[in-house]
């Protein structure tokens, strides 16, 4: 073999490799770690948040129109601001999601709606989380060359088993058109829109094509394996102390119950098809509690001394008995 054709041979192997990568190794985005006594109270009410700072929250410049990279932001038009939350000891990514809207469309039943998109993958498996009928994404680009094959023997049915299975895409709509639940998730695990997986609250005085303001308080659970057997068979992701997530966010933006097309798809990863490959997600990394709430209870009643601030080695406890004294001779 000649030396270029090792390189090329070399190369082809480099292309196929999964890509274990974030997207926008620049900046690493932070999910707030809420003290369990503090954790938010999904109702629409947003006192609960006050406590987040300002610089764990995702403001409207952080998103690009990746179908119209040359748009200008255009806060009369859209403006977001989401913050992101956890709590030690519970699988569950907490959102406030507050959005002024010139038009809120949100009349039609189907997928024509205005939409808060989100993708989890909560051990950066990274990879491709839709069926292979989407060839968008398994094109040699994006999946390799190997992966992008079609196999004739996998129909539908079969290709569907990875759809949403290792990482989760949530379609939430803001707010939902009539007889509609609250969000769509996408391929196998149906169960993730649902008690106890997740929990939602909306605040808004708009009608369908008014402008205004809206808020959406919501948790989800992300999965390693959500498969489509149904929860019983699921492996829910362990959320850990600076563990770092893929988490992709979009807006789509309809802006008129006539018009064919959507107006914008502003969305937190800059590349188009993070909607489908989990490889083009951003990095969160759950982090430790700020310093003003390290004081809370779970604090100050470590769990040593059997878990009890009177057990033994706490600062209340029993002191060990001192051994008899030798009896008198
Ligand atoms: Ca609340
Ligand atoms: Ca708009
Ligand atoms: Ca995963
Ligand atoms: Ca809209």
Redesign the pocket.
């Known amino acids: 073999m000649t030396s270029s054709r090792t390189l090329l041979a070399l190369l082809v192997v480099l292309i196929a490799l999964p890509a274990l990568a974030f997207e926008r190794q620049d900046v690493t985005f932070k999910v707030f770690q809420f003290p369990a006594s503090m954790a938010p109270r999904i109702d629409g009410n947003t006192d609960d948040w006050k406590i987040v700072p300002d610089d764990y929250a995702i403001p409207m410049e952080q998103f690009l129109d990746t179908e119209h990279p040359d748009k200008a932001i255009d806060k009369k038009?859209?403006d977001v601001k989401i913050k992101v939350g956890w709590v030690k000891g519970q699988n569950r990514l907490y959102f406030l999601y507050e959005a002024y809207?010139?038009?809120?469309?949100f009349s039609l039943p189907g997928l024509h709606n205005?939409i808060f998109e989100v993708v989890v993958d909560g051990d950066a498996s990274g990879g491709p989380l839709v069926d292979q009928v989407h060839k968008d994404i398994w094109d040699p680009a994006v999946v390799g060359v190997r992966a992008a094959i079609p196999d004739p023997r996998l129909d539908r049915d079969a290709a569907a088993r990875l759809h949403g299975v290792q990482a989760q895409n949530y379609h939430i709509f803001t707010p939902p058109g009539p007889n509609k639940n609250w969000a769509m998730e996408w391929g196998c695990p149906q169960y993730g829109i649902d008690l106890p997986y997740s929990e939602h609250a909306y605040k808004y005085n708009f009608k369908p094509g008014e402008?205004g303001n809206l808020v959406l308080e919501f948790y989800i659970t992300p999965f390693d394996y959500a498969g489509c057997e149904g929860p019983w068979r699921a492996v829910e992701s362990l959320l850990t102390e600076n563990k770092l997530i893929g988490l992709g966010l979009g807006v789509i933006?309809?802006?008129n119950v006539d018009a064919r097309q959507r107006?914008?798809f502003w969305n937190l990863s800059h590349q188009q098809l993070w909607y489908g490959d989990a490889s083009l997600l951003p990095a969160f990394k759950l982090m430790p509690l700020e310093p003003q709430f390290q004081d809370t209870v779970e604090k100050k009643f470590p769990t040593t001394g059997e878990g009890f601030p009177g057990g033994p080695g706490g600062p209340g406890g029993a002191k060990p008995a001192k051994p008899a004294a030798a009896p008198a001779k």
């Open positions: 038009n859209l809207d010139n038009y809120w469309d205005d402008s933006d309809f802006d107006d914008a």
